[in-house]
Antibody
Framework: EEQLVQSGAEVKKPGESLKISCKGS????????VGWVRQMPGKGLEWMGI????????RYSPSFQGQVTFSADKSISTVYLQWSSLKASDTAMYYC??????????WGQGTMVTVSS | SYELTQPPSVSVSPGQTASITCSGD??????ACWYQQKPGRSPVLVIY???KRPSGIPERFSASNSGNTATLTISGTQAMDEADYYC?????????FGTGTKVTVL
């Protein structure tokens, strides 16, 4: 079964760093882009950007450029979303999703990130 | 930046047809796709490349895209179709989601 499994919920303080993960299984990841999507509490979906597993090429939404970093480890079929200094406004559910045919066809279960002092 | 606008809510009676619009500048020149999201769940792709249904998506879901508007149509709406729906499209090398529409089956 093709699936993306994300790391568990996180509770952090403002200013702390964080790296969450998304591991793929059941398909060849090398030939796909994987995206990250933010959903703040009670709000809609926001496209953060995508990363290509094959060579770690990245595309960021202007809204998230410089705020987060995507990375990938081909050897373990895992992509990462990283913050160097969290803010309370980063509190949200974060989803990873596989891109295919200009759409996200497989989604992870989501990682809830809570930033609170 | 590119924007996609959807109506905040749509109400439909069971068995009737629900139509959800997604508006954006020259959207018909781009591929649009649609997602369904139920409370507490990850989104599910229901339409890709304007009008294609992924495996497992019921035939009652259909869509079109022309001019500045993409439309998702749910025919013979069922109670299980009550959810939030989001459109998505690409502009240059980035993408954007629509504002989302809550479909209520009364």
């Amino acid at each position: 079964e093709e699936q993306l499994v994300q790391s568990g919920a996180e509770v952090k303080k403002p200013g702390e760093s964080l790296k969450i993960s998304c591991k793929g299984s059941g398909y060849s990841f090398i030939s796909h882009w994987v995206g990250w999507v933010r959903q703040m509490p009670g709000k809609g979906l926001e496209w953060m950007g995508i990363i290509y597993f094959g060579d770690s090429d990245t595309r960021y939404s202007p809204s998230f450029q410089g705020q987060v970093t995507f990375s990938a480890d081909k050897s373990i079929s895992t992509v990462y979303l990283q913050w160097s200094s969290l803010k309370a406004s980063d509190t949200a559910m974060y989803y990873c999703a596989r891109q295919s045919e200009n759409a996200f066809d497989i989604w992870g279960q989501g990682t809830m990130v809570t930033v609170s002092s | 930046s590119y924007e996609l606008t959807q109506p905040p809510s749509v109400s439909v009676s069971p068995g009737q047809t629900a139509s959800i619009t997604c508006s954006g500048d020259k959207l018909g020149d781009k591929y649009a796709c649609w997602y369904q999201q139920k409370p507490g769940r990850s989104p599910v792709l229901v339409i890709y490349q304007d009008n294609k249904r992924p495996s497992g998506i019921p035939e009652r879901f259909s869509a079109s895209n022309s001019g500045n508007t993409a439309t998702l149509t749910i025919s013979g709406t069922q109670a299980m179709d009550e959810a939030d729906y989001y459109c998505q499209a690409w502009d240059s090398s980035t993408s954007v989601f629509g504002t989302g529409t809550k479909v209520t089956v009364l």
